[in-house]
């Protein structure tokens, strides 16, 4: 998984999965190596651009946190694997009598709750989806006090956070951000 990360090579991720499926299926109740399966199904997805496969993450993120129902870490990435899954699915023109943007804000907000660290940015990125300006600069404005942003040039490509770069405050917030390397990684 850590190797498709760096190459965004799908083949690596398939191969976790192998390896992870193996785990699983050999000790069910193993969380660590459940959680690391969801997320390199989500990794998959994201690189293939594949429905299924944030399905299986989704399901995966279920048992995680059936199981460990304080995981914080599972809540976020589960409420990340639904907002990419509505992405491709509206994009492919698939519509879906689920809620599937209630359920992710449902465990971003549980894994706030929770002292996750990046949930604050998550709900922010979601609530610009949907284009719910003022709570998205709400948790926005939390994600900066709290120093839990991602880098500078993510979040000006982020394209769920393109309502919310439409803002005076984000505007501001550009101008007033670091602007070398070793200043924005202090941000």
Request: charged share 25%; glycine share 4%.
């Amino acid at each position: 998984d850590f190797l498709g990360d760096i190459t965004d090579d799908e083949i690596y991720y398939e191969r976790a999965i192998q390896a992870l499926h193996a785990a699983v299926t050999a000790d069910p109740e193993f969380i660590p190596a459940r959680s690391h399966l969801a997320c390199s199904y989500m990794h998959l997805g994201e690189v293939m651009s594949d429905i299924v496969a944030f399905r299986e993450a989704c399901h995966h993120f279920q048992i995680v946190v059936d199981q460990d129902p304080e995981d914080d870490l599972a809540w976020s990435e589960w409420g990340l694997a639904l907002m990419h899954l509505v992405e491709l699915m509206h994009e492919d023109g698939i519509h879906t009598n689920e809620n599937l943007l209630e359920q992710a804000e449902g465990h971003f907000l549980q894994a706030l709750f929770l002292g996750n660290s990046q949930a604050s940015y998550n709900l922010a990125c979601l609530y610009s989806f949907q284009g719910n300006v003022s709570d998205a600069l709400f948790y926005f404005e939390r994600a900066v006090v709290e120093e839990m942003l991602p880098p500078l040039e993510i979040m000006k490509n982020d394209g769920w956070l393109k309502n919310l770069r439409n803002t005076d405050y984000f505007k501001e917030f550009l101008l007033k951000a670091p602007k070398d390397e070793e200043e924005a990684d202090t941000i």
